[in-house]
C-alpha cells in the first residue's frame, strides 16, 4: 500500500507540472495572439482612416463645388487626390473620382493644361476598372469634350461628345433624360459653325425628349423652344420659328407671369426676327415691351 501510495503522490506532481507547462503555453501562445492582433489593428485603423478622410474631403469638394466656391474647392480636391494615391491602390476608381472632380474644378478656372492630364488618366482607369461602356466612362468623355468646348475647339469634342452619347444610348436608351445635355452641347456645336441644319436635329430630338419628360408645360422647354427658333429663324424657316417662339413666350408667361427677366429674353429674341422678317412695328413694340421689364430689374 506504501508503495501504491508513493507512486500516486508522484504522477499527482508529475500531472501538476504538465498543467503548470501547459498553462505557461498557452499564455505565451495567447500572448502572441493579442499582440497579432493589435498589431493588426494599428495596421488596419490608418487604412480606414485615410479612407474615411479620402471621402469627406470628396465629398467637401463637391459640396463646394455646388456652391460654386471654386478656389476652397479646389484646395480640397487637391487634398483629397492626395489622400486618395495614399489610401487606394494605383487603379481604384476612388483615385479615378478624385482626379475628374479636380479635372472639373481646375476647367472651371480655365487651368484646361492641368485640367486634361487628370481627366485622361481617370479615363484609363475607368475603363480598366468598369469598361468602356459604363457610364463613368461617358461622364468623363464628355467633361473632356466641354473642356474642348469651352476653347472653341469644336473639332475636338464633337467625338468625345459623341462617344458620350453613344455609351448613354446604350446603357439608358435613345429617349432616356440623360442623353438630352449631350444633344444639346452637339447642337450648340453645329450652331456656333453655322451647321444650322445639323444643330436643329440635335436640337429637336433634346426638346422631344424633354416634352416625354417633363411633359408640354414645362418650363424647360421654352428654352429649347427660343433656341430652336432662332435656328430655323437663321434657315428661313420663319412660319416654324415664329410658332416656336410663341410657345416659349406662352409658357413662361404662365409659369413666371408677364414681367419676367425670362420673358424678355424671349420677347428679345421675337424681336429680331420680326425686324429680320420686315415687320419692324411689332419688333419695335416686342423691344420696349422688354426694354420696361428689365427696368424692374436694375443690375
Excluded at 500531472?15 to 499564455?27: A, F, I, Q, R
Excluded at 468598369?130 to 474642348?148: T, Y
Excluded at 450648340?188 to 453655322?194: G, S, T
Excluded at 419628360?213 to 424657316?237: I, Q, V, W
Aim: hydrophobic share 40%.
Amino acid at each position: 500500500m506504501k508503495l501504491i501510495s508513493t507512486f500516486n503522490i508522484i504522477r499527482e506532481i508529475f500531472e501538476m507540472v504538465t498543467l503548470v507547462n501547459s498553462t505557461k503555453h498557452l499564455c505565451r501562445y495567447g500572448m502572441k495572439v493579442f499582440f497579432i492582433l493589435v498589431l493588426f489593428g494599428f495596421c488596419a485603423l490608418p487604412a480606414y482612416t485615410q479612407e474615411n478622410l479620402w471621402k469627406e474631403l470628396n465629398d467637401k469638394t463637391t459640396a463646394l463645388l455646388q456652391k460654386k466656391r471654386y478656389a476652397d474647392a479646389i484646395k480640397a480636391g487637391e487634398e483629397a487626390l492626395k489622400v486618395a494615391k495614399n489610401s487606394f491602390p494605383s487603379g481604384n476608381t476612388c483615385i479615378a473620382d478624385s482626379m475628374n472632380l479636380l479635372g472639373i474644378l481646375y476647367r472651371t478656372y480655365g487651368r484646361y493644361a492641368e485640367a486634361e492630364p487628370l481627366f485622361n488618366q481617370a479615363l484609363n482607369i475607368y475603363k480598366e476598372s468598369l469598361g468602356s461602356d459604363h457610364p463613368n466612362v461617358a461622364n468623363v468623355l464628355q467633361d473632356i469634350a466641354e473642356m474642348f468646348l469651352l476653347q472653341d475647339k469644336y473639332a475636338e469634342a464633337e467625338p468625345f461628345y459623341k462617344q458620350s452619347l453613344g455609351i448613354y444610348e446604350n446603357v439608358f436608351g435613345p429617349d432616356h433624360p440623360s442623353v438630352v445635355n449631350v444633344l444639346n452641347r452637339l447642337g450648340e456645336i453645329y450652331q456656333d459653325q453655322k451647321k444650322y441644319a445639323e444643330a436643329i436635329l440635335f436640337y429637336k430630338r433634346a426638346l422631344a425628349i424633354e416634352e416625354k419628360t417633363l411633359g408640354s408645360g414645362h418650363p424647360d422647354l421654352a428654352s429649347a423652344m427660343n433656341n430652336l427658333a432662332t435656328l430655323y429663324y437663321y434657315r428661313g424657316e420663319n412660319t416654324t420659328a415664329e410658332s416656336l417662339y410663341k410657345q416659349a413666350l406662352e409658357i413662361y408667361e404662365k409659369e413666371y407671369g408677364k414681367d419676367h427677366p425670362l420673358i424678355a429674353t424671349v420677347l428679345e429674341k421675337m424681336a429680331e426676327f420680326y425686324n429680320g422678317t420686315g415687320r419692324k412695328s411689332k419688333a419695335k413694340q416686342l423691344t420696349a415691351r422688354a426694354k420696361k421689364i428689365y427696368s424692374n430689374y436694375p443690375k
